[in-house]
């Protein structure tokens, strides 16, 4: 049974910081790239940062360039987004998934969590 366990959501100020973890079971973590996605009320869900099998390359939408960062720990089964700088346009419900390529969409989805950023 695959699953994909995301936790750290939340409010928090602009400018401020938080972490997202996603705890995966059930497949090989190592051998898929990990993503994160975000979508807010009414937007489509889009790709915000994506994680080499190894960790050795990662890609991030432009808009979190240099706020956020994803790392993952395969003996851990856990992928991270660190973010910081937090602006009001990153509130969103954020989703971490598992792709056996690159490019394309996941074949597995986390719930979700929630991050608000609001003063």
């Known amino acids: 049974q695959v699953q994909l366990v995301e936790s750290g959501g939340g409010l928090v100020q602009p400018g401020g910081s938080l972490s997202l973890s996603c705890t995966a079971s059930?497949?090989?973590?190592?051998?898929?790239?990990m993503k994160w996605y975000r979508q807010a009320p009414g937007k489509e869900r889009d790709l915000v940062a994506s994680?080499?099998?190894?960790?050795?390359?990662?890609k991030y939408k432009d808009s979190v360039k240099g706020r956020f960062t994803i790392s993952r720990d395969n003996g851990k089964n856990t992928v991270y987004l660190q973010m910081n700088s937090f602006e009001p346009e990153d509130t969103a419900v954020y989703y971490c998934?598992?792709?056996?390529?690159?490019?394309?969409?996941?074949?597995?989805w986390g719930q979700g969590t929630q991050v608000t950023v609001s003063s």
């Open positions: 994680i080499s099998t190894t960790g050795g390359m990662t």
């Open positions: 998934g598992a792709s056996r390529q690159w490019y394309g969409t996941p074949e597995y």
């Open positions: 059930g497949f090989t973590f190592s051998t898929y790239v």
